[in-house]
Nanobody, 122 residues
Framework: VQLQASGGGLVQARGSLRLSCAAS????????MAWFRQAPGKEREFVGF????????NYADSVKGRFIISRDNTKNTAYLQMNSLKPEDTAVYYC????????????????WGHGTQVTVSS
C-alpha cells in the first residue's frame, strides 16, 4: 500500500491550498481517508477524515469551517482543501487510511503516506 501526499507549499495567511493524497495497493473505496498534521515540537494531531464514499466527514475543532476533505474514488485520491489559512496551520500534513470509521488517534490508522510541508506566513 502506498499513500502519496502532495500539494504543500508556502502560502500567505488567509490564503488557500489544496493537498492531494493518491493511494495505490488497496481497494480505495473500502478505506476511510484521514488527514493529520504535525508542527515542529508538537505531537501529530487529527485534522479530519472522510467516510468511505465521501458522504460524511469529521473535523477537528481547530479547522472546522475552514478545511474540507473530499475524495474521488474513481481516481483513488483524497483531498484536503484548506481555506482561510493561519500561521498556526503550519505543519507537515499526512494522509492516512484505515478500514474503520471514527478514529481520531494517529496510532489507530493502518497506512500512512509521507508528509507534505505546509507553511503559512503572517
Amino acid at each position: 500500500v502506498q499513500l502519496q501526499a502532495s500539494g504543500g507549499g508556502l502560502v500567505q495567511a488567509r490564503g488557500s491550498l489544496r493537498l492531494s493524497c493518491a493511494a495505490s495497493g488497496l481497494t480505495f473505496s473500502n478505506y476511510v481517508m484521514a488527514w493529520f498534521r504535525q508542527a515542529p515540537g508538537k505531537e501529530r494531531e487529527f485534522v479530519g477524515f472522510s467516510s468511505w464514499s465521501g458522504g460524511s466527514a469529521n473535523y477537528a475543532d481547530s479547522v472546522k469551517g475552514r478545511f474540507i476533505i473530499s475524495r474521488d474514488n474513481t481516481k483513488n485520491t483524497a483531498y484536503l482543501q484548506m481555506n482561510s489559512l493561519k500561521p498556526e496551520d503550519t505543519a507537515v500534513y499526512y494522509c492516512a487510511a484505515d478500514r474503520s470509521l471514527g478514529k481520531i488517534t494517529s496510532t489507530k490508522y493502518a497506512y500512512w503516506g509521507h508528509g507534505t510541508q505546509v507553511t503559512v506566513s503572517s
